[in-house]
Structures are given as structure tokens and as C-alpha cells.
């Protein structure tokens, strides 16, 4: 456990100065990837804490990867407060994981070409 959050630790740091990972799309996932060990091991307020940050770089990224994040990151804190017990907020982060979820589905057969004419 202590080398994930040294990995999610320097991620974070990673994500502060802005990086780029070789592929092009901007690094992102430490506030995310420390949220779960925090998760793990049962420090669900800790989680929580973590995982709002990175919801804040949806501005600096684009469509596809901010969705994918905003699905996860919805999906961890609907996790962290089932957990908790604070189940009106465990359903209401259930129900933005499910849109961005669809949202996601829908950019994706709208602009890959091997998915012209599904969906």
C-alpha cells in the first residue's frame, strides 16, 4: 500500500506542474489513485477529500478524457459514501456516474470510426 500512494503522491506532483504523457493527453488520476488507498484502507473522509481535486482539471483536458475521469471519480465517491453510510449521496454520485457514463458512450461512437453507424 505504501508504494501506491508514493505513486499516486508523485502523479499528483506530476499534475501540478501541468505534464504530458507520451501520448499527448495531460497526466491526471493522482488525486484519484491516492482516494482509493485512502479507501482501502477504510479512511473514507480522507477518499472523499481526494478525489474532489480532480474533478477541478475537466477544464484542462479534453471531452473524452474529462468524462472518463468524471465516471470514475463519481463512481469512487458513490463507493466512499455507500461506505460511510450517507446513502442519498452514495445514489445522487451513482446517477452522475451513470450520465457521464452514457455521455462517454456517445462521444466515442460519434467520433471513432470504427463504431460509425452503431449505437
Known amino acids: ?11 499528483i506532483d506530476l499534475q501540478a506542474t501541468g505534464a504530458v504523457s507520451r501520448r499527448g493527453p495531460r497526466v491526471i488520476g493522482g488525486h484519484l489513485a491516492l482516494g482509493v488507498v485512502h479507501h482501502a484502507r ?6 472523499v477529500d481526494e478525489y474532489h481535486p480532480e ?3 475537466r477544464s484542462s483536458i479534453d471531452r473524452a478524457q474529462a468524462t472518463r475521469l468524471l465516471l470514475e471519480v463519481d463512481q469512487r465517491l458513490a463507493l466512499a459514501h455507500a461506505r460511510a453510510g450517507r446513502l442519498a449521496d452514495a445514489e445522487r454520485h ?16 460519434a467520433h471513432d470510426p470504427d463504431l460509425t453507424g452503431l449505437g
Open 94 to 109: 451513482l446517477l452522475l456516474a451513470a450520465a457521464w457514463a452514457s455521455a462517454f458512450t456517445s462521444w466515442l461512437v
Open 55 to 57: 474533478m477541478g482539471l
Open 42 to 47: 477504510g479512511a473514507i473522509d480522507a477518499a
Open 1 to 11: 500500500m505504501r508504494a501506491a500512494e508514493t505513486a499516486a503522491r508523485l502523479v
